[in-house]
């Protein structure tokens, strides 16, 4: 009676262990099998109580077996099997010995690892894509910081170099101020270069390119479900990918009130909430912001608030027009020749009444422009040296014309003129008494006239 409960309670022991028991004989005949074994191997236990294991593995049902291999070795035996059902299974073979030292039974059990081979799998591919994307990444990244060049010997460019590279080494909240295309961009890129961060992210934000529904959701993110449209398992915000690195925020004048209210808390707590989450997270980053649009003119009507404003504009840097430093022109129209005759494979040179009147323009678009343009020329000319005939029409308006054109008053003009003249004598007669010499007007005038212009 004992013995009986012993047995029953073993058997229950066996069945609660979930691994699946087989006891064959010496010769492979299958005499003992727990119950579970349909769902590894499509074959109901008990119909295979008598059957040999190599014919079963003949059949294709589990193969390798492990009893002839605990037979051999007379220990016990580790496998990873496959069964019919595709299953991955992790035998073990445990051989039993008779009172002559032989192997009479032996008893393997399996415990199923399919589970686990897959996620291994899984995370194999996982880690494959993650090399992939970082390569991918590392890749796009040198592409966006790759350093293109920094023209601007002007006075007025050298200046804001300078400062740039100062405030590159703290890191304090940087605002860029400047018309459409002069470089705004380019100057964030270069603060990022110099600074500690610089092989941490660069993330731009065009603030004036997002929709204002969607802003927050791009700039911070949002978590699993939180709106219909979303994706399911959540995104990760632009705010969050700049972590440790830089996050510019450009065209900032065009944030709505009420995002510029949520864009300055974070600014200040650098905290912020996933849209739909309730765990605030934190972000390490440096701010540039950018606009083109008059700050502080927005802030006196009420459009930008001031709070925001005054924490934005810790170092200002204005950057000048480009017919403000009329002296960067010139190198900016070599180097961008340069850069585009090798990158199309063409040898390009412009004459100099092309360059004198390049010179001559206002630039409203600044150097995207004046690159643009170059840009055009290269690749349109038919000839190695561009000339007059290649500008676009707009190009070579006569002087008179383009003043008018431009409502300019007659002292502007007289301005203007005089400055340029003063440009190109300077680069051409060096000094100041070959200058005076060659304009027929004094020393002094000349010295008083580049001051006045801030020609150097
Ligand atoms: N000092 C410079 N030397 C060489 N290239 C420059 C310089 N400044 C700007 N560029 C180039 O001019 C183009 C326009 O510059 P950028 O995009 O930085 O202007 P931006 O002021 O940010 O314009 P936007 O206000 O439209 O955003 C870019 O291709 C940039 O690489």
Redesign the pocket.
């Known amino acids: 009676m004992m013995f009986f409960e012993e047995v029953n309670e073993s058997e229950e022991i066996l069945k609660a262990l979930k691994d699946d028991l087989l006891v064959t004989d010496r010769d492979g005949r299958i005499i003992y099998v727990s119950d579970i074994t349909k769902a590894l191997y499509g074959v109901e236990g008990q119909k295979i109580i008598g059957a040999s294991v190599y014919e079963l593995e003949k059949q294709g049902v589990f193969t390798p077996i492990v009893t002839p291999l605990v037979l051999k070795k007379k220990e016990r035996v580790n496998v990873i099997q496959t069964t019919n059902k595709g299953r991955k299974l992790l035998i073990t073979g445990v051989p039993v010995f008779d009172g002559k030292g032989e192997v009479h039974r032996v008893a393997s059990y399996s415990h199923d690892i399919t589970e686990m081979v897959n996620m291994k799998h899984f995370l194999s591919e996982m880690q494959d894509e993650m090399e992939r994307v970082r390569n991918e990444l590392e890749i796009l990244r040198n592409q966006q910081m790759k350093n293109?060049?920094?023209?601007?010997s002007s006075y007025e460019?050298k200046k804001c170099l300078s400062v740039a590279k100062q405030v590159a080494e703290v890191d304090v909240n940087v605002l860029i101020l400047?018309e459409?295309?002069?470089?705004?961009?380019?100057l964030a890129k270069l603060i990022h270069r110099e600074s500690e961060r610089k092989d941490k992210p660069f993330i731009e934000v065009n603030c004036g390119a997002i929709p204002e529904s969607l802003f927050e959701s791009e700039f911070f993110g949002y978590e699993a479900g939180s709106f219909t449209s979303a994706n399911k398992k959540g995104k990760l915000g632009l705010a969050e990918l700049a972590e440790g690195g830089t996050l510019f925020l450009?065209e900032i004048g065009e944030l709505s009130l009420p995002l510029q209210v949520k864009v300055l808390r974070f600014i200040q707590d650098k905290q912020f909430y996933r849209v739909g989450g309730t765990k605030p997270r934190s972000v390490d980053f440096r701010l540039i912001a950018?606009t083109?649009q008059p700050l502080e003119q927005l802030v006196k009507e009420k459009k930008f608030r001031e709070d925001l404003y005054f924490r934005l504009n810790v170092v200002p840097i204005r950057i000048p027009p480009l017919r403000e430093r009329t002296t960067d022109i010139l190198p900016?129209i070599d180097?961008f020749v340069n850069e585009f005759a090798s990158k199309y494979k063409r040898s390009r040179i412009l004459d100099d009444a092309v360059k004198q009147q390049l010179f001559k323009q206002p630039w409203p678009g600044n150097?995207?422009e004046l690159?643009n343009l170059i840009e055009r020329l290269v690749v349109v000319s038919t000839s190695e040296i561009i000339t007059i005939k290649d500008l676009p029409e707009t190009y070579y308006l006569t002087y008179g014309q383009d003043f008018i054109h431009k409502e300019k008053t007659l002292p502007e003009i007289i301005e203007q003129v005089e400055k340029e003249v003063l440009q190109e004598a300077k680069n051409k007669y060096k000094t100041t008494v070959r200058m005076s010499k060659n304009l027929g007007i004094s020393q002094p005038t000349v010295v008083r006239k580049l001051n006045k212009y801030k020609i150097n």
């Open positions: 293109t060049g920094f023209v601007g460019m400047g459409s295309g002069v470089g705004k961009t380019h450009d950018a083109n900016l180097h150097i995207r690159i």
